[in-house]
């Protein structure tokens, strides 16, 4: 998965037409040509020669070995070579790898494999005698260097980005519609690495005439100093005319690229499969349900009971200081729905006054947020003198360690919600109850209560339809990042 999904950027205006989709393009910096590959390339490569030569040498150092392998160095020298090569050969560091998306450190982790294989079948070949302490030592220790060092670089690649550095600069083609639909989504992940500079529509009446329209985007990119040429849908773009297309910007050394009009669906779904001739893209089913399930269900249980022993002293402090500082109970239970409709209680700390239920209808028709399913109320009033403090890092929250426990709700998940929020769901949003409430979510960790509710439900979606473990890893740190910086929340 790419490092794009979990970064909300503000959102777009709808365009409609081809002057609103033209108009304003921000355009890129000189620095987004197409010589920024090579130039990052480059920086890997050397950071990837680095880190494999750390690798290799530090076991020697550490367990004192120098003196009695330096008649191996020679063989280590040689291991290093191949470990290089397979990152090579594998395209760790091709343009659809670089940058986004968890494809190149799976080919990363891939290379390195292989490279350990091939070592161990040379040292047979030529009867190289080769202890474990000598080579595989070096595979951990590389693997996580090579990855550490990728991602470096990509969080070096990303602020460059922000910049309007080191992009692909994309002349969009195909139907009013639906460029408008490829340019909002790409205008909302600028870390992407594409850039529009440009849209082209083309006429039905152009069809007998290749020329015009190739002479057209030709020009296009050279102004603009383009590289990529992003095809979406459009009835004017028969198969046949999409062939000469791509055979005529191949020979300009420029890149075609297809996009179909599904978003949000994360690349762990995607899969590619040439049949009679056609490239068929297979979206695999979300997963709710198996084995996966039963992964999340273990991961919950056993890190829902960690963190209660770890935050027992936190949560024993914060209970006295609600106790002693405010009238009503420690804990405040409130109804909310779960997984499959079921209504359950939710424990958290008290954090407002005890009258704050029967204010919330007046404070959200006074907000005119009323009619959103988001019930969040901006400089709330009702607050205690430590309910603030509590609500802005969350710590009113962790009761709901117990609910994890109990199996009302997850770790990772969409928030759960009272029923008066549910009653306002359409079909799209209902699809938040097929799994587990969390503690936290991916829109907790994108902006938290700065979001519309448009934009947290699409990232709610968006992390029920592609969950992994991994993605449950990934946001259980993001949000200790939100939790400390305090970002977003009210």
Not at 86 to 96: I, P, T
Not at 115 to 141: C, E, H, I, K, M
Not at 237 to 242: D, G, V
Request: net charge positive.
């Amino acid at each position: 998965m790419s490092n794009a999904l979990y970064e909300v950027p503000p959102q777009q205006r709808a365009v409609e037409g081809t002057q609103a989709v033209t108009a304003g393009f921000p355009l890129p910096s000189a620095a987004g040509s197409r010589g920024w590959i090579a130039n990052y390339r480059t920086r890997v490569i050397v950071t990837d020669v680095a880190m494999i030569g750390i690798a290799t040498g530090t076991p020697l150092v550490i367990l004192k070995l120098w003196d009695e392998q330096h008649a191996r160095v020679p063989f280590l020298a040689v291991a290093c070579l191949v470990w290089v090569v397979a990152l090579a050969v594998f395209d760790s560091r091709g343009s659809r790898a670089l940058g986004t998306g968890t494809f190149e450190y799976k080919r990363v982790v891939d290379a390195s494999l292989t490279a350990l294989g091939a070592v161990a079948l040379l040292a047979f070949v030529f009867g190289t005698t080769v202890r474990p302490q000598d080579v595989f030592p070096s595979l951990p220790l590389g693997l996580v260097l090579l990855l550490i060092g990728r991602w470096g670089w990509r969080q070096w690649l990303r602020s460059k980005r922000a910049q309007g550095l080191y992009l692909n600069k994309a002349v969009l083609v195909g139907s009013t519609t639906t460029i408008a639909h490829a340019k909002n989504q790409l205008d909302r992940h600028p870390d992407s690495g594409y850039a529009v500079v440009d849209v082209i529509v083309p006429d039905l009446g152009e069809s007998a005439e290749e020329g015009d329209l190739l002479d057209r985007l030709v020009d296009s990119l050279t102004r603009h100093d383009g590289d990529t040429v992003m095809l979406t849908s459009s009835d004017a773009m028969t198969p046949q005319r999409i062939r000469g297309l791509a055979w005529d910007l191949e020979r300009h050394d420029y890149r075609l690229v297809v996009t179909p009009s599904l978003t949000d669906v994360a690349e762990s779904r995607i899969q590619t499969q040439p049949v009679a001739g056609l490239p068929l893209i297979h979206i695999l089913s979300p997963t709710y349900t198996g084995p996966q399930r039963i992964a999340k269900r273990f991961f919950d249980i056993v890190g829902s009971g960690l963190l209660l022993i770890a935050l027992s002293p936190i949560m024993g402090t914060v209970a006295l200081l609600v106790a002693t500082t405010s009238r009503g109970p420690v804990l405040y239970l409130q109804e909310r729905v779960g997984r499959g409709n079921r209504p359950f209680s939710i424990f958290k700390f008290r954090s407002m006054q005890i009258d704050a239920d029967a204010r919330l209808a007046d404070l959200l028709a006074q907000q005119g947020t009323s009619d959103t399913p988001l019930f969040k109320i901006q400089k709330d009033p009702r607050l205690t003198s430590v309910g603030a403090t509590l609500r802005r890092f969350s710590v009113d929250e962790l009761p709901q360690l117990f609910n994890v426990l109990r199996g009302d709700m997850s770790l990772v998940g969409p928030r759960p919600q009272r029923p008066a929020e549910v009653a306002l769901y359409d079909s799209a949003a209902h699809r938040r109850l097929k799994v587990r409430p969390g503690m936290t979510g991916l829109w907790q960790v994108s902006g938290r209560s700065r979001l519309s509710w448009e934009e947290a439900l699409r990232l709610d979606l968006y992390y029920i339809e592609n969950w992994t473990l991994m993605v449950d890893v990934i946001i259980m740190w993001r949000t200790f990042r939100a939790v400390v910086g305090s970002d977003g929340a009210y």
